[in-house]
Every structure is written in structure tokens, then in C-alpha cells.
């Protein structure tokens, strides 16, 4: 790597081995919560984790680069995390607010990638690029607001009793 050209190329690919990597894991998270309300949360990120991985393969054809080609070890060691978490002898209650804390981490994770993104995309003066990849910068926040608002308004405090 030579330039911030070939840095945001390596971003790219990073983000979409780790939005690869999270399609495979969202259904084992989902299938695991108990509550409903989380479940979906879960089912609906999935959908949109799915329209994520979408932009940046429009994002590399706009860049006539090809996504794959990078793992994701941080997502990796992420997943791995929560799949770990997933084995612990747990109330339910206690499980879905752990499930809530990994998901949380994956998405500041993303919101990290994304953030980083954009800023390259900015200052190497892709434009349309910024739009697609601060869309999903919003929905990664969106995500985590979502998660942080049902562990607060109720499920820590079930996990509390």
C-alpha cells in the first residue's frame, strides 16, 4: 500500500468480509434470543446487513475493484466472541442482554470501519461513494441506538432480577 487510494481499498474489502462474516452469524444470534422483540431486531439487521454487503459491491464496481480477497480478523474474533458467550450457562434474560453487549460491539465495530471510510472516500473526492457508504454509517448507528434503547428500557433490568 502506497496511497490512501490503495488504504481505502483495503477498507473496503476489510468491511466486506466483515458484513460477509456477520450474515453467517446474525441467524445463531437470532435463533438464541429469547426475547421477541430481540430476535427481530436481529432478523432485521440481517436484512439490512445483506443490503449493506450489496452497497459496497456497488461501491468496488464503482471503483472496478473486486471486494473479496481480505478476512475480516477482527469480526472474526468478534463473532467468536459471541458465539463463546452463546455456550455460557445463562438465565435467558441474562442471555439476551449478553447478546445485546456482543452485538453492540460489532456494530461500534462497524461504525468505526464505516466512519473511516467515508472520511477517505471524502477526501479522495468520491462523492457518490460518501452517499452510499454514509447510508450505512446511519443504519449502523441506527442498529446500535435500537440495541442500546432494549437493554435499557427493559431487557438489563429483566437480566437485573
Same mark, same amino acid.
Given at each position: @500500500? +502506497?496511497?490512501?487510494?490503495?488504504?481505502?481499498?483495503?477498507?473496503? =474489502?476489510?468491511?466486506?468480509?466483515?458484513?460477509?462474516?456477520?450474515?453467517?452469524?446474525?441467524?445463531? @444470534?437470532a435463533k438464541h434470543a429469547n426475547d421477541?422483540? *430481540?430476535?427481530?431486531?436481529f432478523e432485521d439487521? *440481517?436484512?439490512?446487513?445483506?443490503?449493506?454487503?450489496?452497497? *459496497?459491491? +456497488?461501491?468496488?464496481?464503482?471503483?472496478?475493484? =473486486?471486494?473479496?480477497?481480505?478476512?475480516?480478523?477482527?469480526? +472474526?474474533? *468478534?463473532?467468536?466472541?459471541?458465539?463463546?458467550?452463546?455456550?455460557?450457562?445463562?438465565?435467558?434474560?441474562?442471555?439476551?442482554?449478553?447478546?445485546?453487549?456482543?452485538?453492540?460491539?460489532?456494530?461500534?465495530?462497524?461504525?468505526?470501519?464505516?466512519?473511516?471510510?467515508?472520511?477517505?472516500? +471524502?477526501?479522495?473526492?468520491?462523492?457518490?461513494?460518501?452517499?452510499?457508504?454514509?447510508?450505512?454509517?446511519?443504519?449502523?448507528?441506527?442498529?446500535?441506538?435500537?440495541?442500546?434503547? @432494549?437493554?435499557?428500557?427493559?431487557?438489563?433490568?429483566?437480566?437485573?432480577?
Amino acid at each position: @500500500m +502506497k496511497t490512501l487510494e490503495d488504504l481505502f481499498e483495503h477498507q473496503l =474489502k476489510d468491511l466486506y468480509s466483515a458484513e460477509s462474516q456477520l450474515i453467517e452469524a446474525l441467524p445463531k @444470534m437470532a435463533k438464541h434470543a429469547n426475547d421477541k422483540k *430481540l430476535k427481530k431486531a436481529f432478523e432485521d439487521h *440481517l436484512e439490512e446487513t445483506k443490503k449493506h454487503k450489496e452497497r *459496497l459491491e +456497488k461501491v468496488c464496481e464503482e471503483l472496478d475493484i =473486486k471486494p473479496n480477497g481480505e478476512t475480516c480478523k477482527a469480526m +472474526k474474533g *468478534l463473532i467468536a466472541e459471541a458465539e463463546g458467550y452463546i455456550k455460557e450457562d445463562a438465565s435467558e434474560e441474562v442471555r439476551d442482554a449478553g447478546l445485546i453487549a456482543e452485538a453492540q460491539r460489532v456494530e461500534h465495530y462497524e461504525i468505526s470501519g464505516y466512519g473511516t471510510a467515508v472520511r477517505y472516500a +471524502k477526501e479522495l473526492g468520491h462523492d457518490k461513494i460518501v452517499k452510499l457508504l454514509q447510508s450505512t454509517l446511519d443504519e449502523e448507528y441506527g442498529a446500535d441506538e435500537k440495541l442500546n434503547d @432494549m437493554a435499557e428500557d427493559r431487557l438489563n433490568k429483566k437480566a437485573k432480577k
